[in-house]
């Protein structure tokens, strides 16, 4: 995994002074891919189960809120979707979701609506950061796409972020940077030059990129020091740097990120330790 920090020159002119609060606590959850039937699998995964696994290993009391990225329900149905909620609530934390190329958006948007708790948000404010969630998902297609309005309303988050002086997470399913395998170059988001060209004027405000999609840990930064971080999924991984599909043998797993008051954050990974995994292995594809 590689690293880069944000160029400190971007920050000199924001209210950047450590103020010694503690940092606010978010959980990114991705790719869950659960089924509406229980007892299905996905290349030999209940993803149910590993999902409910990473829920347990939550450190519930600490967690500010859970960003879940995607690729929620491998077979879109209400019933997943249901039961998905119905995992986190005993929680008793504030989550917000966004769709992936696996979902159906609209049907999310409904049941978000109809369970209430800013669950379909568009935008999460926690203290100093401004949480940015949007929907890449095109129906029928594995790659993804910001539509205009999307890029928009991206653009008018930002906006609000500069006029309150907000830290911003930018969380959306599909990778706008290329893979790190061959055969991811044609699934990640189609217009990503149009997504970095509205970051960049605000590249200040924003602390991170956040993804899912291609099932694997990476944290870099682009030419414009604008730092992309994507997340393992709570059910199977990718193998990085291989040219034809193939799984990895890493565990399901949850990203934790502190945000700072201060515009910093700090974030790391964490795998299941003891889960037995039946993945299959020779599965040409997902
Ligand atoms: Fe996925």
């Known amino acids: 995994m590689t690293q880069a920090l944000y160029p400190q020159t971007d920050r000199q002119n924001l209210d950047n002074s450590p103020s010694g609060a503690p940092p606010h606590y978010v959980v990114q959850m991705t790719d869950p891919h659960l089924f509406g039937t229980p007892g299905r699998t996905l290349l030999g995964m209940d993803t149910v189960n590993s999902f409910q696994q ?45 769709p992936g190329n696996h979902d159906n958006a609209n049907l999310m948007a409904e049941i978000a609506k109809a369970h209430g708790g800013g669950i379909g948000d568009r935008v999460v404010v926690i203290g100093r950061w401004r949480l940015i969630m949007l929907d890449t998902s095109v129906p029928a297609e594995v790659h993804g796409e910001l539509s205009d309005r999307e890029l928009a309303c991206l653009k008018a988050e930002l906006e609000q972020a500069e006029k309150q002086d907000q830290f911003c997470l930018v969380c959306l399913h599909h990778n706008p940077l290329p893979g790190t395998s061959e055969w991811m170059l044609e699934i990640g988001l189609k217009n990503a030059a149009a997504f970095q060209q509205v970051l960049q004027p605000f590249r200040h405000r924003i602390a991170a990129v956040l993804f899912g999609h291609i099932h694997q840990n990476i944290d870099r930064a682009d030419e414009d020091g ?32 502190e945000l700072y008051d201060d515009g910093r954050i700090e974030t790391g990974v964490c795998h299941l330790q003891n889960f037995e995994l039946t993945i299959d292995m020779s599965a040409p594809g997902y």
Request: aromatic letters at 10%.
């Open 54 to 98: 990473v829920l347990s290993h939550l450190p519930a009391d600490k967690i500010d809120h859970i960003v879940l990225t995607g690729d929620l329900a491998q077979d879109a149905s209400a019933p997943a979707y249901e039961n998905l909620i119905a995992m986190l609530a005993p929680l008793g934390l504030p989550f917000t979701w966004l």
């Open 226 to 257: 604008i730092r992309y971080i994507c997340t393992p999924s709570t059910s199977i991984q990718f193998k990085p740097h291989v040219t034809d599909f193939e799984l990895d043998i890493l565990q399901p797993a949850y990203r934790w990120l």
